[in-house]
């Protein structure tokens, strides 16, 4: 039976101990206290069966309220079976005629002959008595308890209570002078479970998977008794329904009482769980009318409140006076109901059971009640606005208004419910001057819930009669949303429409619709860099003809930071991600990175899930041409959730997060997820439009389809993918090197005359644009290409070219490829030197293709590989492990040197060269590699590990 108890070991130890000492001849008292449920008669159970085995006699009783008026009614239960005790139950009975208003009146000699008949049965053998639920025994029998616990300290009996926290007993006088002649240790106070605790309890009980167990622990708080009902009555189904579907109702406080229940149609799944647990209902229930007469009342007010509870106003749903609320809530509080400190309900299902007691319209008047009182005393609109959106009706002219103003202040934050709000306002009745104000808040909340929802909402917003400003407004507005579904001729169609209606009475509204015009004519292909008919100004026209002819790299990157340092667009506009991508194509990966940075962080502030999303998957674009694999496919997954969250996942950037997520599935050799992603969203001809970011995912098909062994079908991509770009009179492989990935794919069918046709192309093209990323994975796939001696020239290019760039992914290829060139050549040393570090380098990026290539390549040319690291930090030797641990830890070169009691030149030696394997260059990113969770050895054993493990200052190679 002990393991059926969880979370109670120092409960054992004090019965244990007791029951030990009765044995040993001497007595004690004990009493545990706690709130329903809480394991009190459990734990009797348990401590009656420990009595047995070491021999002891077990005498229990029980107290029941509707036995209170027997007297003596414990007692007899305890003491019937005793012959020690016979003479005295003959006095008992004599005396029981004689009453005084209802009460027996027994005298010391009968207390006493009791008490020794306990006496004389304990001689023979030790005994527990067990009283469960004191506070309902009877007058007479608390009064002979109270006399036996004082004479227990040397008879072998021992007398374990319990009682219930909050409930009043027959005479709490007695009960009072019983608990005050217990020790402090052993007056036992029972708390709910741990988590830890509850969720052995739960795993225990079985029949329910992971995500149940914990909607159930999370809903009974840790007690017990609600937890093991749960388990065995409600199904797990069911409870993973009621914990997230609609059904679903936080008991946080009245800002999020409506969150997930509309008041219109009363949910499911809490009907249907409160008919199983019915019994635990029924028990609360008549613990609460034994409370207080106003109990019950204040309890289901409090229930339909939510936190923190005003009394004044629970006192105005309930109709009674302050002081009666105030009095029950202590009841309350006393009873372990609601937490002492926020007035909160300390289970949410007894809340959430209490709540379903009411009936609905009277639920639905409360509701109403509370709205109005909380309105009177200042309360905020969000919090009224969780009420009303529960009532029945809204009958009064600031309801709908005080719904629009809550919903204003969210819609932001959490669209869900400020749709609702919204809906419920419109339900009711909005005011003719309200009403475009609620179907603009109500497209608005739309937008980051349901994309394609929102511009259908939109478009039949802006076919009604507006004024000019407005119209401007929803037209920008419905044309953005269309590019982000890839709806480009509507997006056209929209602004073009809004064009011929205002004319060019604004000049200024003019610009934004032309400027408009220019980015949907980007993403569909119909704008030159030529054309001077365009909305950008002059210097962003100048940035797109460089960039997209391939003409100088450097005079690009010139322009894009003139725009960015001095912002000429505001941050996340489509100008401003013009300049951003030019300076990636021109090199400046961390430059392009700060700006993203920044732009994500904004992002957030604001909230906008489609600018978050765009933002994030085009830092991860940034992120995989820095070598950031990780980062990359974590900033790629975030994006793509999100966009699945709002209905766009298969449309605009959601193209480019899949693009990125199968690149880095393909230098992870993850050839399943790349598969998977090409199976989720197929890229193939004529199915969607030929969008910007839709020439990345065909870009990335098709090198995923060449690792696939499907090579024609990669080849027939990257000619989409050429076709596209020969269309917008695009050149620079800056933008998408599909000559190097259609070198790679013709290198698989073994047509090396038109791989290196093609690989030469992008030489000559990116040697004109002279960016060291595009330069250098041009140089490597032409390598790929060639042999001999000009293999050897061409790595040799892209090494020097590669090595000071910010791209060291790029560069473990490119080390790859010359040390592929340097075997042809029969130069095995270095051969084996450039393949070791383009192992090392593959390792700790992740780049785990790459890896198996080198090693393969390297036992090929007589080297042995370093077996494969589990951790990047182990490719460091010991003695750079433990400087870079203590470099992390915040210590300065000179406190390492005079730690291990070496020169300061040994230190610096080993962090370059833990900064060059791990691929880093600033002493804070050692802290990613060398958590601060991480305890550093103790210096005495750490001083002793070094010294055995220093290389001599000779022999070390400086950085």
Sequence with gaps: MVQELFGRSEEFKIITEMLDSAVAGAGAVSLMEGMIGTGKTALLRWAEATARDKGMVVLSATASPVEQHFSLGIVHQLLATLPQTAQGWERALATSTKSDGGRTGHDYPLLAELCAGVGRAARCSPILLTVDSLQHADRESLLWLGFLSRRLANLPVVLLATKRC????????????????????RHIHLRDLSPSAASDLAAALCGHDHESVDALVAGAGGNPYLLTEQMRNVPAEQIRTTSAGPGARPHDGPGHAADEISAEQPP????????????????????????????????????????????????????????????????????????????????????????????????????????????????????????????????????????????????????????????????????????????????????????????????????????????????????DILLRLDELSGAREVLEKARAE???????????????????????????????????????????????????????????????????????SSTWYHALLALLWSGDVDEARRHLDTEVRLARAQGAVTRIAEALVVRALVQLHRGLLADAEDDACQSLELLTRIRASRHHVGALARSVLIDVALEKDDIAAASALLDEAPPLAGEQPRTWWRLYLLHSAGRA????????????????????????????????????????????????????????????????????????????????????????????????????????????????????????????????????????????????????????????????????????????TPTERQVSELAARGMSNRDIARLLKVSLRNIESHLTHSYRKLRISRRHELAKYFPPEEEPAAPPVLLRQIRTALTPPHQLRTG
């Design 502 to 572: 205002l004319g060019s009475a604004d000049p200024s509204s003019a610009a934004r619709l032309r400027r408009r015009l220019t980015h949907v004519r980007l993403h569909e292909g119909t704008y030159r860099a030529d054309d001077r008919c365009g909305g950008e100004d002059r210097l962003e026209r100048v940035l797109l003809l460089r960039t997209a002819t391939g003409d100088s790299a450097r005079a690009a990157r010139r322009i894009a930071n003139r725009s960015l340092t001095v912002p000429r667009a505001p941050y996340g």
């Design 166 to 185: 909050g409930e009043t007993a027959s005479d709490q006088h007695l009960l009072v002078e019983f608990m005050e002649g217990i020790r402090p240790d």
């Design 705 to 876: 389809l060449g690792r696939l062994g499907q090579v024609p079908r990669g080849l027939a991509l990257i000619a989409q993918c050429e076709e596209e770009l020969a269309r917008r009179g695009i050149v620079n492989p800056a933008v998408l090197p599909w000559r190097s990935t259609r070198s790679g794919l013709l290198l698989a069918q073994r047509n090396v005359v038109a791989a290196r046709r093609a690989a030469r192309e992008e030489t000559e093209l990116a040697r004109r644009w002279n960016a060291p990323f595009a330069l250098g994975r041009a140089l490597v796939a032409e390598a790929a290409a060639s042999s001999g001696s000009e293999a050897l020239h061409l790595t040799g290019q892209a090494l020097d070219i590669l090595e000071p760039s910010p791209t060291p992914l790029l560069f473990a290829h490119a080390l790859y490829e010359a040390g592929r060139a340097h075997r042809q050549a029969g130069k095995a040393r270095r051969t084996r030197e450039l393949l070791h570090r383009a192992n090392e380098m593959a390792i700790s990026l992740g780049a785990d293709g790459l890896v198996e290539a080198v090693q393969w390549e390297l036992r090929y040319a007589g080297g042995r590989p370093d077996p494969r690291k589990d951790s990047a930090e182990s490719l460091l």
């Design 268 to 479: 499911a799944g809490p009907q249907d769980e409160r008919v199983h647990l019915q019994g635990v209902k029924e028990r609360i229930l008549c613990m609460l009318r034994r409370l207080d007469p106003h109990c019950l009342k204040i309890a289901r007010a409090a229930s339909t409140l939510g936190s923190p509870l005003d009394p004044a106003i629970l006192s105005d749903l309930c109709g009674v006076p302050t002081e009666e609320a105030c009095r029950s809530l202590s009841r309350l509080t006393e009873s372990g109901l609601l937490c002492r400190h926020d007035m909160k309900f300390r289970h949410p299902l007894l809340s959430e059971l209490l709540y379903q007691d009411i009936p609905c319209a009277e639920r639905a008047e409360l509701h109403l009640l509370a709205a109005r009182f909380m309105r009177r005393r200042g309360a905020p609109p969000a919090d009224v606005s969780a009420h009303l959106l529960r009532s029945h009706r809204l009958d009064e002219p600031w309801m709908v208004r005080l719904l629009l103003d809550a919903a204003q202040g969210m819609v932001g934050r959490d669209p869900a419910r400020a749709r609702r709000l919204i809906e419920k306002a419109v339900l009711h009745g909005v005011p003719d001057e309200l009403a475009v104000r609620a179907e603009g808040m109500r497209i608005q909340a739309l937008t980051a819930l349901d994309l394609p929802a929102s511009a259908r909402a939109l478009t039949a917003h802006a076919a009604g009669p507006l004024r000019p400003e407005e119209r401007l407004r929803e037209a920008l507005r419905l044309s």
